[in-house]
């Protein structure tokens, strides 16, 4: 019975120095998993506010996530709040994607 006891210890001893190790790799990820999403975003400067329309005029670089070369053209947003943050000459970091047929703003910040 002993040594059944003793098994069953080091089991569970093994089990949480694992999930300990895991829990810690897992949060050691975290800042890269932030960088590669930073990364992701295109330079872009804001050419005009649509506040009617609920659009923006970019001048962007290549679009990752939509295989896009750089050019200027007019993007719906997701979020109206962002009309009210950015004007005309706005140095902007951003992505799209596809939205109901539209290509749309899925993501704005200024740029630093």
Same mark, same amino acid.
């Given at each position: 019975? *002993? #040594?059944?006891?003793? *098994?069953?210890? %080091? =089991?569970?001893?093994?089990? =949480?120095?694992? /999930? %300990? =190790?895991? $829990?810690? *790799?897992?949060? %050691?990820?975290?800042? $890269?998993?932030?960088? !590669? ?6 330079? /872009? ?9 609920? #659009?923006?005029?970019?001048?962007? &670089? ?7 070369? *750089? ?6 947003? !997701?979020?109206? !709040? ?14 799209? /994607?596809?939205?109901? &047929? ?11």
């Amino acid at each position: 019975m *002993s #040594k059944i006891r003793i *098994s069953f210890m %080091a =089991a569970v001893a093994a089990l =949480a120095f694992a /999930g %300990a =190790a895991v $829990a810690q *790799s897992a949060n %050691a990820d975290v800042p $890269a998993a932030r960088q !590669s999403a930073a990364s992701d975003l295109t330079d /872009g400067e804001i050419r005009k506010v649509d506040k009617d329309n609920k #659009k923006l005029t970019i001048k962007h &670089g290549p679009l990752k996530s939509l295989d896009m070369p *750089s050019m200027t053209m007019v993007f719906a947003v !997701s979020d109206e !709040s962002v009309l009210d943050k950015f004007q005309a000459g706005d140095k902007v970091r951003f992505d799209a /994607g596809k939205m109901d &047929g539209k290509i749309v703003v899925t993501r704005i910040e200024p740029a630093r």
